[in-house]
């Protein structure tokens, strides 16, 4: 049998992802946990309510554009999850990342960037439950075949903070010069 999709690539780990994410969620529902408690008493709790409601929807859309996903569905229920997510440091290829760190803030770039290296546990484990669940990606398997290590997710992104790291060398030195 040949499958040939995205979901066998790299790109279509995100779907495993998302239905694992899906299923702890369902799961924290069917437990009884309540995302949000909204309390219609009287004016004061109600103000207070929308005010709550409005720090956790920003700390979450903070924590999904950082990209840390996980901590941004957790953080939905369990709010001090999402308050650290936001206050953490972004993954190097997020959005965020790309507006805040790179050619603005090129240490910040570097501290990301070796907080997520490559091959770090954390990735290991999330694929070895990716592979429990979707199966090994066609380059996984085609590099096992082969008898040689499968590249690595983030060689985009180590390229990348090369390339800032070059223009801000650049830029520097540019205005040394003047």
């Given at each position: 049998?040949?499958?040939?999709?995205?979901?066998?690539?790299?790109e279509?780990?995100?779907?495993?992802?998302?239905?694992?994410?899906?299923?702890v969620?369902?799961?924290?529902?069917?437990?009884?946990?309540?995302?949000?408690?909204i309390?219609?008493?009287?004016?004061?709790?109600?103000?207070?309510?929308?005010?709550?409601?409005?720090?956790?929807f920003?700390?979450?859309a903070?924590?999904?554009?950082k990209?840390?996903?996980?901590?941004?569905v957790?953080?939905v229920?369990?709010f001090?999850?999402?308050?650290?997510a936001?206050?953490?440091?972004?993954?190097?290829?997020?959005?965020w990342a790309?507006?805040?760190?790179?050619?603005?803030?090129?240490?910040?770039?570097?501290?990301?960037q070796?907080?997520?290296?490559?091959?770090r546990r954390?990735?290991?484990?999330?694929?070895?439950?990716r592979?429990t669940?979707?199966g090994?990606?066609?380059?996984?398997?085609?590099a096992?075949?082969?008898?040689r290590?499968?590249?690595?997710?983030?060689?985009?992104?180590?390229?990348?903070?090369?390339e800032?790291?070059?223009?801000a060398?650049?830029?520097?030195?540019?205005?040394?010069?003047?």
């Amino acid at each position: 049998m040949h499958l040939d999709d995205v979901y066998w690539a790299r790109e279509g780990r995100r779907s495993v992802d998302a239905a694992v994410i899906a299923i702890v969620a369902l799961g924290l529902l069917v437990v009884g946990a309540r995302p949000l408690d909204i309390n219609l008493a009287g004016p004061a709790q109600v103000i207070a309510t929308v005010i709550g409601v409005a720090i956790i929807f920003i700390c979450v859309a903070i924590s999904l554009v950082k990209q840390r996903v996980a901590h941004a569905v957790l953080g939905v229920w369990v709010f001090p999850v999402a308050i650290y997510a936001a206050s953490r440091l972004g993954k190097p290829y997020s959005p965020w990342a790309r507006r805040f760190y790179g050619d603005r803030n090129p240490r910040k770039q570097a501290r990301a960037q070796r907080r997520f290296a490559p091959r770090r546990r954390t990735d290991r484990f999330k694929e070895r439950l990716r592979d429990t669940i979707g199966g090994t990606t066609t380059q996984t398997y085609d590099a096992n075949l082969a008898g040689r290590p499968a590249e690595s997710d983030h060689d985009a992104s180590l390229e990348a903070a090369a390339e800032v790291k070059r223009r801000a060398a650049r830029r520097a030195s540019a205005e040394k010069q003047r």
